[in-house]
Nanobody, 125 residues
Framework: QVQLVESGGGLVQAGGSLRLSCAAS????????MGWFRQAPGKEREFVGA????????RYADSVKGRFTISRDNARNTVYLQMNSLKPEDTAVYYC??????????????????WGQGTQVTVSS
């Protein structure tokens, strides 16, 4: 089992920045990819970005490219989501996820076996 705990959400004005953190514990050696998803009220959960646990593979949704950056600190078993130039449409609950499937797509929620509890991000206009 892998446990994930997100932190760093909050309220920010449009154009501002936030950094989310996701701390992993447990069987972290089994992780292949770490991802971030978000879900706004009344909408489906959508992919935001992902990073391989080893190596430098990253993927981003088109809606956040150039504004969001994913990084990781393996020594701390932590993944970060730096969010800049935030927009009101970025408002959502953000979820961290971990997957062990080497053949899965970074973009698909079905690739991920473990999920955090989510952290609220609210961007005011």
């Amino acid at each position: 089992q892998v446990q994930l705990v997100e932190s760093g959400g909050g309220l920010v004005q449009a154009g501002g920045s936030l950094r989310l953190s996701c701390a992993a514990s447990g069987r972290t050696f089994s992780i292949y990819v770490m991802g971030w998803f978000r879900q706004a009220p009344g909408k489906e959960r959508e992919f935001v970005g992902a990073i391989s646990w080893i190596g430098v593979i990253t993927r981003y949704a088109d809606s956040v490219k150039g504004r969001f950056t994913i990084s990781r600190d393996n020594a701390r078993n932590t993944v970060y989501l730096q969010m800049n130039s935030l927009k009101p449409e970025d408002t959502a609950v953000y979820y961290c996820a971990a997957g062990a499937d080497y053949s899965g797509s970074f973009y698909s929620p079905y690739t991920y076996d473990y999920w955090g509890q989510g952290t609220q991000v609210t961007v005011s206009s």
